[in-house]
């Protein structure tokens, strides 16, 4: 499978610069598909294009921009199986949540954004002037390889919407569903340099992407390290910068819980996508006197636990991306061997049964202190840490003894209780008791885990300046 072109200016054009890179099926550590890496001089091209067209665009009706919408999802649904398997293949996603997760998910955030945009007041009266909201201009994004489209469709459906214009470099790592995305969004009919895709890593593509002076505004998912270069290249330009970076996310668990349900939907939900997700609940908070009773627990639920072949509709877990995040999970589960934490499932090594592709076996561990580098670090695979407290201060102290604060998971049969723990996490969101997945409400992060938010009105909102008109009469 060979995807050589770039999408700039309405057309599948050639790279400025002849370079490619293999992309690798993680289940199989094959190469089976391949892409140009772009230069600054594609960038350029491609923001160039997007200012040209911004000109237009951003004068379009509300209409016309609810057609264009319509149209993508139209293809979107269409093509949805197809987006799935690629998703499964870039980055070894199980294909039953690549469907209806992976690419499912995706298409809310064009389903809601029509919701968002068909009744929004862009204009309303205040004081002795007119509030005005207009889209930001052009819109660099850089999107990750673990939710390789849900990311990139989180941030193109309200820039769209918004009447912005779009530059955008998915993941190397995982681009193909981006790429069929740009094939979907072609065949809806925007106008040449509307949308614009530039493959390419991050020192390269992502860094001319984040200071070049045509784009207005740069949004960013991804590691808190990279996001920071990101931020500082921003500055020169002062464009507004959207980050949702890294987390460590607190799940606790009140001595009222349904204790053994509570600890197995916690286990799956670290696990979530291998556990390669941002807001997975890797520190599970256990009150010490319910210690045994949380390990039986655990261990129970990754036992339950399908690992095996991605394309295979009943495995629950394939493996992790690359080599590289395989190296780094197993460098900390070992490190976590080796500053004295207790295993309770799983551990290093590749699985006994699978002698190729970059499985990790789930793994948990005990006894977990919250100053040991796997009760700090992100670690990106499917890793749960059991920490224990003695008072419910403490274990808010602990949830909120990071530098992150991307989400946190409280779990209580006194749902006023939890709700009152809630208020006390410094996190952009806070599950209670399962709480499952809700489109409208903002996505975004306190302190390291970023600025800005995702989803529904307040992403939306994310792409549009405020403009104050005084001096027009009532």
Same mark, same amino acid.
């Given at each position: 499978?060979?995807?050589?072109?770039?999408?700039?200016?309405?057309?599948?054009?050639?790279?400025?610069?002849?370079?490619?890179?293999?992309?690798?099926?993680?289940?199989?550590?094959?190469?089976?598909? @391949?892409?140009?890496?772009?230069?600054?001089?594609?960038?350029?091209?491609?923001?160039?294009?997007?200012? @040209?067209?911004?000109?237009?665009?951003?004068?379009?009706?509300?209409?016309?921009?609810?057609?264009?919408?319509?149209?993508?999802?139209?293809?979107?649904?269409?093509?949805?199986?197809?987006?799935?398997?690629?998703?499964?293949?870039?980055?070894?996603?199980?294909?039953?949540?690549?469907?209806?997760?992976? +690419?499912?998910?995706?298409?809310?955030?064009?389903?809601?954004?029509?919701?968002?945009?068909?009744?929004?007041?862009?204009?309303?009266?205040?004081?002795?002037?007119?509030?005005?909201?207009?889209?930001?201009?052009?819109?660099?994004?850089?999107?990750?390889?673990?939710?390789?489209?849900?990311?990139?469709?989180?941030?193109?459906?309200?820039?769209?919407?918004?009447?912005?214009?779009?530059?955008?470099?998915?993941?190397?790592?995982?681009?193909?569903?981006?790429?069929?995305?740009?094939?979907?969004?072609?065949?809806?009919?925007?106008?040449?340099?509307?949308?614009?895709?530039?493959?390419?890593?991050?020192?390269?593509?992502?860094?001319?992407?984040?200071?070049?002076?045509?784009?207005?505004?740069?949004?960013?998912?991804?590691?808190?390290?990279?996001?920071?270069?990101?931020?500082?290249?921003?500055?020169?330009?002062?464009?507004?910068?959207?980050?949702?970076?890294?987390?460590?996310?607190?799940?606790?668990?009140?001595?009222?819980?349904?204790?053994?349900?509570?600890?197995?939907?916690?286990?799956?939900?670290?696990?979530?996508?291998?556990?390669?997700?941002?807001?997975?609940?890797? @520190?599970?908070?256990?009150?010490?006197?319910?210690?045994?009773?949380?390990?039986?627990? +655990?261990?129970?639920?990754?036992?339950?636990?399908?690992?095996?072949?991605?394309?295979?509709?009943?495995?629950?877990?394939?493996?992790?991306?690359?080599?590289?995040?395989?190296?780094?999970?197993?460098?900390?589960?070992?490190?976590?061997?080796?500053?004295?934490?207790?295993?309770?499932?799983?551990?290093?090594?590749?699985?006994?049964?699978?002698?190729?592709?970059?499985?990790?076996?789930?793994?948990?561990?005990?006894?977990?202190?919250?100053?040991?580098?796997?009760?700090?670090?992100?670690?990106?695979?499917?890793?749960?840490?059991?920490?224990?407290?003695?008072?419910?201060?403490?274990?808010?102290?602990?949830?909120?003894?990071?530098?992150?604060?991307?989400?946190?998971?409280?779990?209580?049969?006194?749902?006023? @209780?939890?709700?009152?723990?809630?208020?006390?996490?410094?996190?952009?969101?806070?599950?209670?008791?399962?709480?499952?997945?809700?489109?409208?409400?903002?996505?975004?992060?306190?302190?390291?885990?970023?600025?800005?938010?995702?989803?529904?009105?307040?992403?939306?909102?994310?792409?549009?300046?405020?403009?104050?008109?005084?001096?027009?009469? +009532?």
């Amino acid at each position: 499978m060979e995807k050589l072109k770039f999408y700039i200016d309405g057309r599948w054009v050639d790279p400025a610069v002849p370079a490619s890179i293999g992309i690798t099926n993680p289940a199989t550590e094959e190469t089976f598909a @391949r892409i140009s890496l772009g230069a600054r001089e594609d960038v350029d091209r491609a923001a160039r294009a997007a200012r @040209r067209a911004f000109a237009v665009y951003s004068d379009t009706s509300v209409e016309e921009r609810l057609g264009y919408l319509e149209k993508i999802i139209a293809g979107f649904r269409a093509h949805l199986p197809e987006l799935a398997k690629l998703m499964t293949l870039e980055m070894g996603s199980p294909i039953t949540f690549s469907t209806e997760r992976q +690419a499912t998910v995706a298409l809310f955030h064009f389903e809601e954004v029509v919701r968002v945009l068909s009744i929004y007041d862009f204009e309303h009266r205040m004081g002795n002037g007119i509030v005005r909201r207009e889209p930001i201009g052009v819109c660099g994004f850089i999107t990750p390889w673990n939710w390789p489209l849900n990311q990139v469709a989180s941030k193109v459906a309200p820039a769209l919407a918004a009447g912005c214009t779009v530059v955008l470099k998915p993941s190397e790592i995982a681009p193909l569903s981006s790429m069929l995305l740009a094939e979907i969004i072609d065949a809806a009919g925007l106008p040449p340099g509307v949308f614009n895709l530039v493959n390419g890593d991050g020192p390269t593509v992502g860094e001319a992407i984040a200071g070049h002076p045509e784009i207005d505004m740069v949004s960013f998912t991804g590691s808190t390290t990279a996001g920071i270069k990101v931020a500082k290249l921003a500055a020169d330009t002062v464009k507004r910068v959207a980050q949702e970076l890294g987390g460590k996310s607190a799940n606790i668990i009140l001595t009222d819980a349904d204790l053994e349900a509570s600890v197995e939907a916690g286990v799956h939900a670290c696990y979530t996508n291998a556990g390669q997700n941002c807001q997975s609940p890797t @520190r599970m908070l256990v009150h010490r006197s319910q210690r045994e009773q949380a390990f039986d627990a +655990a261990r129970r639920a990754v036992d339950s636990i399908r690992l095996g072949d991605p394309l295979d509709p009943k495995s629950t877990m394939g493996p992790l991306v690359s080599q590289q995040q395989f190296d780094k999970v197993q460098n900390l589960i070992q490190t976590g061997l080796d500053e004295g934490a207790t295993l309770v499932a799983g551990g290093p090594c590749r699985p006994a049964e699978l002698n190729r592709g970059y499985y990790v076996r789930p793994t948990v561990f005990g006894d977990v202190t919250p100053d040991m580098t796997i009760a700090r670090e992100e670690i990106f695979g499917p890793v749960l840490s059991i920490l224990n407290y003695d008072t419910e201060d403490e274990a808010i102290a602990i949830a909120n003894d990071t530098p992150f604060g991307l989400a946190g998971f409280v779990q209580s049969k006194d749902v006023d @209780r939890a709700r009152k723990v809630a208020n006390r996490i410094r996190a952009g969101r806070v599950y209670l008791n399962g709480a499952g997945f809700d489109r409208s409400l903002p996505f975004g992060g306190y302190k390291q885990s970023g600025n800005g938010r995702e989803f529904g009105l307040f992403g939306f909102e994310e792409y549009l300046e405020v403009k104050a008109i005084l001096g027009y009469p +009532a």
